[in-house]
């Protein structure tokens, strides 16, 4: 029997989402995506659930589209999975917290962006490498141009540079960045504080907050999710990404 890729356990009005698929540092495989919509529908219906955490097993939180698929040609729901996966967030009537304790990279900062609150260890590192791949972040740029200043989104957008945690506080990627040794503690404690908002007023507050993050989804995410499938069949980001994938240089 193949072993699930994400997990779910739910304990004190938390459900914890863990992703778990270290052969490739949690990539968005299409597998991983259909098993983490699942955990995030189960919990939305669970009425026992308050508030749900996201995280990770492992040293990276998420590596971002697995490359592997989209090399052979696999890959043209992805985008799509991945806009749905951020509306699927924002309209979930319990908050959403993540937790980073490993690196974020590519379309794992789409799972980031469309989160309630975020708590990162100081450690984490985080890139949006799609321009070095002859892609762009279409797909996950509805969450995160809702988070980022323009001149912020500009920059990591368009320089593909890796970037510190404090960095991500600083300009609205994370809500807030401690101390690898105080993760812990703070994710419990942010937790904690949520938990003890009623159903109602949970909801009804993450409906007046994601507005207008739910607005641009419906209106803007198929365009978003066309122009990103396109990215990755061009003949310049096949190449790219064979490169990558067999650490050669591209031409």
């Not at 072993?3 to 968005?28: E, Q």
């Not at 799609?130 to 995160?144: H, K, N």
């Not at 989804?217 to 990404?241: H, K």
């Amino acid at each position: 029997m193949t072993s699930p890729l994400v997990h779910l356990d739910v304990a004190g009005g938390v459900a914890t989402v863990t992703l778990d698929s270290p052969h490739n540092r949690n990539a968005l495989s299409r597998r991983l995506l259909a098993e983490l919509g699942t955990h995030l529908a189960a919990a939305g219906r669970d009425a026992a659930v308050r508030v749900v955490l996201v995280r990770s097993s492992g040293r990276v939180f998420c590596s971002g589209a697995d490359l592997s698929e989209a090399r052979q040609g696999t890959a043209g729901d992805g985008p799509r999975a991945i806009v749905g996966l951020q509306r699927q967030i924002a309209a979930l009537p319990k908050p959403v917290v993540v937790e980073l304790a490993g690196a974020a990279r590519a379309g794992g900062l789409g799972l980031v962006g469309a989160a309630d609150v975020v708590v990162a260890a100081e450690s984490v590192t985080f890139a949006l490498t799609e321009v070095r791949l002859g892609l762009a972040p279409s797909a996950i740029s509805l969450s995160l141009l809702t988070r980022l200043a323009p001149r912020a989104a500009a920059d990591v957008f368009l320089s593909g540079r890796t970037f510190t945690a404090t960095e991500a506080a600083a300009i609205g990627l994370v809500t807030r960045a401690v101390p690898d040794d105080a993760l812990a503690d703070a994710v419990a404690e942010t937790v904690a504080e949520l938990v003890k908002g009623s159903p109602q007023g949970l909801a009804e507050t993450k409906r007046l907050l994601n507005g207008d993050l739910l607005g641009r989804i419906d209106r803007d995410g198929e365009e978003a999710a066309e122009r990103s499938a396109a990215l990755f069949a061009s003949p310049e980001a096949q190449q790219a990404m064979q490169a990558f994938l067999t650490r050669k240089k591209p031409a």
